[in-house]
């Protein structure tokens, strides 16, 4: 808790004495509320491997949507292999569809992510060259022109870390910004040729981890001028890897989280995930909080404190917003609860022993007043067909 207390008054001083500085002539008054009243971004994945109807995708409530996802094959960004997710092919036809929905919001902004859980594995060996960098984003812009694409996004998780068992290397520490140069480069070199505005040139948005393990294996301070912004994966706090329940997608560190004596990690929260991505040398505007369309369920748990950081016979498995509130509801013998400390909402049932983390209205509430009394530059969210009637989008909607 230290580092999270350091941390926190690092921001606060630089918050006072950048309000000192404004305050101190007329003109900067005037740039501070520039700053403050700029709109901020909502970023939505939506998963080519779900079955849902992109045209119903309420476009006037985003101003990005990132298609997930592309894959890495010979070193390039492509569509297609003989891998698939959740046994589905994902098609170009998709990205055609999204396109249509520019008629309602001709301002969205349209990116193709690439790489993801499943599809990171080549990511290291495309960082490892000169000549690996430059193939991979010539592809990604050819891939861009191909699809009339605003952007690439790019989703590897994570440099110098297995992920899902996926190849890695120290030298990806160093190459993960290489990479980025390079796509940079030649995004840039590509806006230009196509005659565009210096502030609307090609984007380029990574998906970055929310822990200290990310930050260590990376250099965001010298990553980032080369980056439009990070969206910030601020949950998976407690997750698949972890048969003790537990907040996933909390705003502050709960009270009593034994994270660091029952699985040897930190106390993760949304907030920690900002300041340690501050401390690493991000701007705070060029950050974006990472908001979860689902929840983690344990079963199996412990009935002290009712369920919660409790040992269970399961980990914390993946179930949909959907799913939570039309399934797992009070006649059913669910009682909701909400840990104040942590701005995190969770469903008990003594029962069964069912321990169910999630993201609600409420808590989203919380987090987008955070994000903009700490100047952050918006949201994003994984992923929008598991949200249920707009429930949580008309959240972010209705508080941004």
């Given amino acids: 808790m230290n580092r999270i207390i350091t941390l926190l008054l690092l921001v606060t001083f630089a918050g006072f004495l950048s309000c000192n500085f404004h305050n101190s002539n007329k003109e900067g008054e005037e740039q501070n509320q520039k700053i403050s009243k700029k709109p901020l971004k909502v970023v939505g994945y939506v998963a080519g491997y779900r079955n849902f109807d992109f045209s119903s995708i309420q476009a006037n409530k985003l101003t990005h949507i990132n298609y997930a996802f592309a894959n890495i094959i010979d070193g390039e960004v492509r569509f297609g292999s003989a891998e698939q997710i959740d046994e589905t092919d994902l098609k170009d036809d998709d990205i055609r569809a999204l396109h249509q929905l520019k008629a309602m919001n001709p ?12 599809w990171s594995t080549h990511f290291s060996d495309v960082a490892l060259t000169q000549a690996s960098r430059e193939k991979f984003a010539r592809s990604a812009v050819a891939f861009l022109k191909k699809y009339r694409l605003d952007g690439i996004d790019l989703d590897w998780e994570y440099p110098n870390q297995i992920g899902a068992g996926n190849p890695h290397r120290p030298e990806d520490i160093d190459n993960f910004t290489h990479l980025l140069a390079e796509v940079r480069k030649q995004l840039d070199a590509q806006s230009r040729a196509d005659g565009k505005s210096e502030g609307d040139f090609y984007l380029l948005t990574i998906a970055t981890g929310g822990d200290q393990a990310y930050t260590n294996n990376t250099k965001l301070g010298e990553a980032h001028p080369y980056l439009d912004f990070i969206n910030i994966m601020t949950y998976d706090a407690y997750n698949g890897l972890h048969s003790i329940s537990g907040h996933h997608a909390n705003l502050y560190p709960a009270d009593g989280d034994p994270a660091p004596e029952l699985k040897s990690e930190e106390i993760k929260s949304a907030v920690t995930s900002v300041l340690g991505h501050i401390e690493a040398g991000v701007p705070v505007e060029k950050i974006n909080l990472g908001l979860a369309f689902y929840g983690r369920i344990w079963k199996g748990v412990q009935a002290e404190n009712n369920g919660l950081f409790q040992p269970a016979e399961t ?10 509130v039309t399934e797992y509801t009070y006649d059913k013998g669910y009682e909701y609860h909400w840990d104040s400390s942590a701005a995190a909402p969770y469903l008990w049932n003594a029962d069964s022993g069912i321990f169910i983390s999630f993201e609600n209205p409420a808590s989203i509430k919380l987090k987008l007043e955070y994000v903009k009394s700490a100047g952050l530059g918006g949201v994003m969210f994984w992923e929008y067909s598991d949200d249920y009637q707009s429930e949580l989008l008309d959240a972010i909607d209705s508080n941004k």
């Fill in 107 to 118: 301002d969205l902004k349209i990116l193709v992510s690439v790489g993801g859980w499943t």
């Fill in 315 to 324: 980990v914390g498995m993946i179930e949909y917003y959907h799913r939570i």
